[in-house]
């Protein structure tokens, strides 16, 4: 079994750990959870730092609880927000979080009848039934509002971050997350609680619970917020947050993502979001070190990480639509790809609307480039592309500018790529 520290600790997982914590692991097999915000019906790769944790500590040979914060994802928490998020009902949690478990259950193993089996619980089923006056009967009164005033995620809304102030609400956050703990460790044996740092003074809100309540044991481990070198916003681009959900984010748009991250990020990202080991990993930077511009690191991390969260399936077609993008992609190639890969492909290039039905007669190339659309400016130069060997139709080149193209040209009977010089495309989609 793999000691859970100290793989966490070499591959830059671990920010900080309450004394006990090692000995325990060595110990005995223990439980642990995660809280997953379930404000969404996919995760994003955000989340995968933690889920990653839960990975590793299942491969150590200990059970993992990933908890939907089902209850608390009704209130929201304050750690690092400048203010409250939207409130959800119980329908579109529930389908939020059918949908959650089946992308962790790439990371996971739910279904096997090993002791280590994850688990996965959502919050709202304890918390429901929960009555308000009971709630701050028997929780309340065991954590002082000093010390729920003492946490950082609590001091930074009240001086003056946010206009808004912070509601009771989000205020009693750490005491819902601190009786989560109290359950899971009543009811499922559960001893550790993990998150991002941010999360440290909900976690030590739990720990004490569990003291002043049942005089009980538990801890808590943190791993670092995830930063990109240069200081900006991991997981963002600019149409937003990269999603495991393909309907999201493409297969394709995912495997860019990460082989477009910086050397410096890559060597971060691969001992984080992979499970390879440090050998695999030191012999990947002695590559890198030799020959960067083929990025090996950031072709192994985006391998690892696109088959992981889709397939290998789609990670093969993710590297032949790159393929086509980039480098040498034959006409075959580009008629493999099915509608999904091609609009996510072609994303941002120029595209223009041409009829079905005159290409059912044939059309030729210098009228459908120059008057149906206007990929050309005019016919003559497009004579002189031709000629100088730089227009493409579906990869082949175009040596005749009266060139026939019918309904057969069409890739997924509906489009036509058109490749002026060596970087601009133009997509044709017939209708």
């Not at 404000?39 to 491969?59: E, K, P, W, Y």
Request: some cysteine.
């Amino acid at each position: 079994m793999k000691n859970f520290i100290e793989e966490l600790r070499w591959r830059g997982m671990l920010h900080d750990f309450m004394p006990g914590v090692e000995e325990l692991l060595a110990k005995e097999q223990i439980s642990a959870y995660l809280g997953i915000d379930p404000t969404a019906d996919s995760l994003h790769i955000g989340h995968l730092v933690g889920v990653m944790m839960l990975r590793h500590l299942q491969l150590a040979g200990h059970r993992p609880i990933a908890l939907i914060g089902g209850a608390t994802g009704m209130i929201g928490d304050p750690s690092m927000k400048s203010s409250e998020r939207n409130l959800l009902d119980e329908q579109t949690l529930r389908h939020n979080q059918e949908c959650i478990k089946k992308q962790l259950a790439h990371f996971l193993d739910f279904d096997s009848d090993a002791p280590n089996a994850a688990v996965l619980v959502n919050n709202y089923d304890w918390m429901r039934e929960f009555s308000f006056l009971e709630f701050i009967r028997d929780i309340g009164k065991h954590i002082t509002v000093n010390y729920m005033m003492a946490k950082d995620s609590v001091k930074k809304r009240l001086n003056g971050e946010s206009s808004e102030g912070m509601s009771f609400t989000e205020f009693s956050y750490q005491l819902l997350q601190g009786y989560d703990f109290l359950h899971l460790y009543r009811h499922m044996g559960c001893k550790l609680q993990m998150g991002g740092s941010d999360q440290w003074g909900n976690i030590t809100t739990g720990t004490e619970l569990i003291r002043r309540k049942d005089g009980g044991e538990a801890y808590g481990l943190t791993c670092p917020l995830i930063t990109k070198a240069d200081g900006g916003k991991f997981g963002k681009t600019e149409s937003g947050n990269v999603w495991l959900d393909p309907k999201r984010t493409s297969p394709y748009a995912f495997y860019q993502f990460w082989l477009n991250v910086s050397d410096a990020d890559a060597a971060r990202y691969i001992r984080i979001f992979t499970t390879l080991s440090q050998e695999e990993i030191a012999a990947l930077e002695a590559e890198q070190a030799q020959a960067a511009h083929l990025r090996p690191l950031q072709r192994r991390l985006a391998e690892e990480i696109t088959v992981m969260v889709h397939s290998r399936e789609e990670y093969e077609a993710a590297v032949e639509a790159s393929n086509i993008l980039f480098g040498q992609g034959t006409k075959e190639q580009l008629q493999r790809l099915s509608k999904e890969m091609i609009l996510s492909v072609f994303e941002g290039v120029p595209q223009f609307t041409i009829t079905r039905n005159k290409l059912a007669e044939g059309i030729k190339i210098i009228d459908l480039l120059t008057e149906e659309t206007a990929v050309l400016p005019s016919k003559g130069e497009l004579r002189k592309l031709v000629q100088a060997g730089g227009l493409s139709i579906n990869k082949e080149k175009v040596s005749d500018h009266e060139l026939l193209i019918e309904r057969s040209d069409l890739i997924a009977d509906q489009y036509l790529l058109v490749q002026r010089g060596k970087k601009s495309y133009y997509l044709l989609i017939a209708e």
